[in-house]
């Protein structure tokens, strides 16, 4: 266990913070011992796995916990099928790769998410078109409060847009320490999002479609280690369908997607309305060309990222009545 460590390189966003302690568990049975220790001397365990989806505040009281076991391995289930159970400390894109290339389809359209295995069901990881949670087939929590160790089943983990019950009734209570995904040697490709079909030829196998979608997300993304950000930085608002057609009507420009849960409207276009692409004040701001992605340019505070995304939300607000919701999650004070 460390104190007082420098969390600076823990959060793609570049932030300095300073975390009480840190600890790092690359088994259970050391977790479990961790765990227990944290509850005698510290006021609250917050669980950490690459800082992708965070933003850290100057002073993170308590004991921060990362699960570094890294295994990884295959049940078959079938000749075509097999559960791949990973460890939460796994690099999402090394597994991504691993499969990919070894001809397994399920994880190709999530290529180049940054993070860990660990958080990738927390906010039901997504992109072109695919969710996490379609190929997961349970989870391995151990529960913070008293180490009792628990596998929830992908019904149990109540998996939507950028949810699950790891941000709802189990947020900072459980630790993600395994996940096991459901993969496929035979697969149908899923090209039909964005761009992703012009960029490929023939019968994509799964590495063909990865390589593409890591290719397009390079183009568009800021790189973390070159650029401060958390990815999105709001999520794309869900609202009912008469509101979209209202929005639609006045706005024909809007892009929308149908989902279950009502119509999905693209923040970033909100935000690029309201004139914030390419804002920058105080060494924070918008990125160039991805409005939904907030940036910090080194040596910000991180309350004056959060004041201006305040006032990003209130500018969406105020001209479409649409109120946007932060994606990451704020960390100390
Ligand atoms: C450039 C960029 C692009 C991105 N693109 C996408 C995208 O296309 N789609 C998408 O969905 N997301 C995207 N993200 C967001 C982010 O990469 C994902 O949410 C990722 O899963 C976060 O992983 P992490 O290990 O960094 O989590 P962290 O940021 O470390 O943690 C996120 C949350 O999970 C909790 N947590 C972390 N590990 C565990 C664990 N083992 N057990 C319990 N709780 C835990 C933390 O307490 C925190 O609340 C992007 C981010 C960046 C920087």
Redesign the pocket.
Known sequence: MQYGVSLQSYN?LGFEATAQALAEADSLLSLRRILAAGHHRFRRI?????????VMKPCIEGLVVR?TGRRIWQESVNEHEALWHVE?GVN?QALVEETTRGGWWGLENLAL????V???P??N???YGTEIGDRIENVHVMHIADGRYEILDRTQCDFGY?HSI?KAALAGR???VRVVLRLGLEGKPRIDYGDLARRLSGTPGPSDIATAVADIRREK??D?HVLG????FFKNPVVPPEQAERLMTQWPGLPVWKTAQGTKLAAGWLIDQCGWKGYCDKNVGVHRQQALVLVHYGDASVNDLLEMAGRIGDSVEARFGVTLEMEP?IIGR
């Open positions: 793609t917050i669980p950490l796995g690459g800082g992708s989806n965070v699960y939460a999402w998410i940054p993070g860990s660990g958080a990738a927390i906010q990881i997504g992109a950028r790891f459980v630790m993600i993304l800021p973390p950000n958390a990815g999105s999650g």
